[in-house]
């Protein structure tokens, strides 16, 4: 299993420009979410999707879109980038049964907005 | 939305000592994670935890529920276990849908 990947690793954007961060898993996860990570913080939730079909926002969903279209695919769209989107961005997936919920991050992907 | 603090904020120890990192939340939770981020960036779970103990080598932890706080242990330190301790939870009340809300973190640098 490769577990979560993301790609790009690494993304320098100008102010304005619209790119999108992909999020792949292989362990047949419903549960996926995406996250940011700024400087000296932990992560804060920016959407998140129970299954195929269904996302809902997190707690800094603005200038970000995402769709699940597939069990495995969670794409996060940045429609205008602005400097302040400047972060670490981690993808993250987890088993949606009862029990164990242990959530597996993605490597990150690091953007500059200029 | 649920708080999370964690204490100390930072932590620098000599290689063989023991460490205890504290994470207090202001809910009830149905999940709690604690999770290892290396030097290099990437998040390794370390114990899905919402109560009770757990071990796993030199690593343990122990959630409290009812009093809202869990323990995270470390004995015999080593170099390679330097990183930045995240505590996360997501609140009770509903499906647990791995929404989870991140303390602050508690960095640890230990020297040889």
């Known amino acids: 299993n490769a577990g979560v990947t993301q790609t790009p690793k690494f993304q320098v954007l100008k102010t304005g420009q619209s790119m999108t961060l992909q999020c792949a898993q292989d362990?047949?996860?419903?549960?996926m979410s995406w996250y940011r990570q700024d400087p000296g913080m932990g992560l804060r939730l920016i959407h998140y999707?129970?299954?195929?079909?269904?996302?809902d926002q997190g707690e800094v969903p603005n200038g970000y879109n995402v769709s699940r279209s597939t069990t495995e695919d969670f794409p996060l769209r940045l429609l205008s980038a602005a400097p302040s989107q400047t972060s670490v961005y981690f993808c993250?997936?987890?088993?949606?049964?009862?029990?164990?919920?242990?959530?597996?991050f993605g490597p990150g992907t690091r953007l500059l907005v200029l | 939305g649920i708080q999370v603090e964690q204490s100390p904020p930072d932590l620098i120890l000599q290689e063989g000592a023991n460490s205890t990192l504290r994470c207090n939340f202001s809910?009830?939770?149905?999940?709690l994670q604690w999770f290892h981020q290396n030097p290099w960036g990437q998040l390794i779970n370390l114990f899905y935890?919402?109560?009770g103990t757990k071990q796993n080598g030199r690593l343990s932890a122990t959630t409290v529920a009812t009093e809202r706080y869990s323990l995270l242990y470390i004995s015999s330190s080593q170099t390679t276990d330097s990183g930045v301790y995240f505590c996360?939870?997501?609140?009770?009340?509903?499906?647990?849908?791995?929404?989870?809300?991140f303390g602050q973190g508690t960095i640890l640098t230990v020297h040889p």
């Open positions: 996360a939870v997501e609140r009770a009340g509903g499906t647990s849908y791995g929404k989870l809300t």
């Open positions: 809910d009830s939770v149905n999940n």
């Open positions: 993250a997936s987890s088993y949606s049964g009862t029990g164990l919920k242990t959530q597996y």
């Open positions: 362990m047949n996860h419903e549960y």
């Open positions: 999707s129970v299954g195929a079909g269904i996302t």
């Open positions: 935890i919402p109560s």
